[in-house]
Each structure stands twice: as C-alpha cells, then as structure tokens.
C-alpha cells in the first residue's frame, strides 16, 4: 500500500510564500506522474501542477509564474513552492502520485491566504 503525506500549509498573508512537501511511502516500483490538486471550498477540485518522472511539468494558467513544482526522485517526494499568494488560491491542496499504473491521493493540506 501507497501513502502519500503532505505538509507546509498553513495561514499566509497576500503576498507571501508557502512550500508545500508530499513524500510517498510504502511498496513502490516505479513513480510515475507526481503532483498537487486544490479544492476550494463548494468548487470542484483542480489541478495546480503535475510532473512526471522526467521532469516536464504542467500549471494551472492560474498559477503560472508563481508557483513551481519540483521533485526528488530519491526521496520519492514532490514540493509546491507558492510565491505571491493570493486570497484565491485559499483550498485545501491535496498530493497525488500515480504509482505502478494505480493513482494515490493524500489527505490534503489547508492553506489559507488572507487579504
């Protein structure tokens, strides 16, 4: 079984920065695509950025040019740093990685940005 743990949100002000960490654990043969989603609250939940084994890596329009999404592949982590926060991009930012063709999530991590 694959956990995922994520960490680093917390309550920021307009304009600051937060890094977020995901580290996967348990059984694994090959990590494939790594990333993070956000669910504001009553909205669907997005994706924010995602980046595969390799290193391409895609953004959400919303968040191009602020945040960057990187990965250690020998810790089997991802990180989110978020620059310039604004008050929309308060949610709940959830990990995902897709493991040895299944896809995990984890619990998800509250970052609030107040104006």
């Known amino acids: 079984q694959v956990q995922l743990v994520e960490s680093g949100g917390g309550l920021v002000q307009a304009g600051g920065s937060l890094r977020l960490s995901c580290g996967a654990s348990?059984?694994?043969?090959?990590?494939?695509?790594m990333g993070w989603y956000r669910q504001a609250p009553g909205k669907q939940r997005d994706l924010v950025a995602r980046?595969?084994?390799?290193?391409?890596?895609n953004y959400a329009d919303s968040v191009k040019g602020r945040f960057t999404i990187s990965r250690d592949n020998a810790k089997n982590t991802v990180y989110l740093q978020m620059n310039t926060l604004k008050p929309e991009d308060t949610a709940v930012y959830y990990c995902f990685a897709f493991v040895d063709g299944m896809s995990y999530w984890g619990k998800g991590t509250l970052v609030t940005v107040s104006s």
């Open positions: 348990g059984i694994m043969v090959s990590i494939r695509t």
């Open positions: 980046i595969s084994s390799g290193g391409s890596t």
